[in-house]
Nanobody, 115 residues
């Protein structure tokens, strides 16, 4: 099982980034997918989620209206479009796959929002 995140980097406040997560080794279309972040010296925050078919999404209040989650069950990829980024969005962003009692995590990609 692999979840490989990409797309992080350094961006100025107000800028945009698009994160991607490539999944392999499991039945991607059967798993709810999430983006979870961890800011320095803070706990984990599940910022967005999407159901198996891509028809139902969840956003934390902190990112609602700025982030958009999507998935491609043919290419086995998960994406997070992040707009109007703020310094408080600075964190390591992880891709998470969840189904029943199974939970997979990627290694994360760093997002830094700073001028």
């Amino acid at each position: 099982v692999q979840l490989v995140e990409s797309g992080g980097g350094l961006v100025q406040p107000g800028g945009s980034l698009r994160l991607s997560c490539a999944a392999s080794g499991f039945t991607f279309s059967s798993y709810w997918m999430y983006w979870v972040r961890q800011a320095p010296r803070k706990g984990l925050e599940r910022v967005s989620g999407i159901n198996t078919g891509g028809t139902d999404t969840y956003y934390a209040d902190s990112v609602k209206g700025r982030f958009t989650i999507s998935r491609d069950n043919v290419k086995n990829t998960l994406s997070l479009q992040m707009n109007s980024l703020k310094p408080e969005d600075t964190a390591m962003y992880f891709c998470e796959a969840q189904a029943a009692e199974t939970d997979y995590w990627g290694q994360g990609t760093q997002v830094t929002v700073s001028s």
